[in-house]
Nanobody, 126 residues
Framework: QVQLEESGGSWVQTGGSLTLSCAAS????????MGWFRQVPGKEREFVAA????????HYADSVKGRFTISRDNTKNMVYLQMNSLKPEDTAIYHC???????????????????WGQGTQVTVSS
């Protein structure tokens, strides 16, 4: 069982930056693939970024590639999402997710993740 808690969401102007944090419980954190997804009310949840467990590969949605960076600290059970050059279309609730045994082709699929945080709101004004 893993519990996830996000923080760092805020209001920011276009072009600004934010860093989201996700704290995870559990002693086997390094084995988990950690993902960030976002959702706007009335729309489907959208993949943003993922960091696979031991091995460290990262993956990004095309819409955020070059602007967002996912990182993790396995000693602190933390995963981060550094967001730069924010745009109004980045406005959403951002959720942290965790899962094990996620194969490469599934890292962008929300159903592959077993554990989810409550989310943190990011609002980017134009």
């Amino acid at each position: 069982q893993v519990q996830l808690e996000e923080s760092g969401g805020s209001w920011v102007q276009t072009g600004g930056s934010l860093t989201l944090s996700c704290a995870a419980s559990g002693s086997t954190f390094r084995r988990y693939t950690m993902g960030w997804f976002r959702q706007v009310p009335g729309k489907e949840r959208e993949f943003v970024a993922a960091s696979r467990g031991s091995g460290g590969s990262t993956h990004y949605a095309d819409s955020v590639k070059g602007r967002f960076t996912i990182s993790r600290d396995n000693t602190k059970n933390m995963v981060y999402l550094q967001m730069n050059s924010l745009k109004p279309e980045d406005t959403a609730i951002y959720h942290c997710a965790a899962g094990t045994g996620i194969i490469l082709s599934q890292v962008r699929v929300d159903a592959a993740y077993s554990y989810w945080g409550q989310g943190t709101q990011v609002t980017v004004s134009s």
